[in-house]
């Protein structure tokens, strides 16, 4: 009777690692896939509030550089920086697109069309009136990303330069794409990122 107790309090000893997926003389049999998977969350957590901070740290940074340009220069459209940043990101335009054409087209609203309400991009020849700078903003990104039907064949799929091209032909204005552009350059860097480390 003692033999088989002592057999089997030694055999507790050996199956009780295995069990709980500590150690063993052998190596980890049986993972703990309770302790995995919370830090598996964590991990996954962490990393989806870095990318956020960044993306939000990213955004904030890039209409801080629009606003600034427009406010050291006395132009109205100061102020609606994070508006154009976040039309540009959700029609898939260069963030610095719709500032530097509002620029070269009314001096960022100081010379907006008189023919039409809030127009500071010459949008429709400046007869297309809108109710805000907001609204002037969303209808050109929305058709610049070729995002709208009735524009998509003169926008969609095609680079900065083919798109200011389409928007005032070379014919129009010879130099109108490369004075966009330079202005764009001096508003920011193109792949301007601000990134928040993981701590």
């Known amino acids: 009777m003692k033999k088989n107790n002592i057999i089997r309090f030694v055999q507790s000893l050996i199956l009780l690692p295995f069990v709980t997926g500590s150690a063993t003389p052998f190596g980890n049999i049986i993972k703990n896939p309770i302790n995995e998977s919370v830090q ?3 991990t996954q957590k962490n990393n989806t509030e870095t990318t956020a901070l960044n993306k939000l740290a990213d ?17 109205p459209l ?28 009314s001096t ?8 039409a309400t ?5 949008w429709g020849s400046c007869k297309i009136n809108f109710d805000s700078h907001e609204e002037n903003i969303e209808v050109v990104a929305k ?5 709208n039907p009735n524009t998509a064949r003169h926008y969609a799929d095609k680079t900065v330069k083919q798109i200011l091209q389409a ?4 014919s129009v204005v010879p130099r109108y ?15 301007e990122v601000v990134v928040i480390a993981q701590g």
């Open 177 to 191: 794409a490369e004075q966009v552009m330079d202005i764009m350059n001096v508003i920011g860097e193109a792949d």
């Open 78 to 105: 100061a102020g609606t920086g994070m508006k154009m940043v976040e039309e540009a990101e959700k029609n898939d335009l260069d963030w610095r697109l719709l500032p530097a054409i509002a620029i070269r087209e």
């Open 118 to 122: 809030y127009s500071s991009f010459g």
């Open 143 to 147: 058709n610049l990303g070729g995002n």
């Open 167 to 170: 928007y005032n032909p070379p």
């Open 59 to 75: 955004k904030k940074a890039k209409s801080l550089a629009i606003d600034a340009y427009f406010e050291t220069r006395g132009m």
């Open 108 to 115: 960022g609203g100081k010379f907006a069309c008189k023919g």
């Open 40 to 42: 598996i969350v964590f």
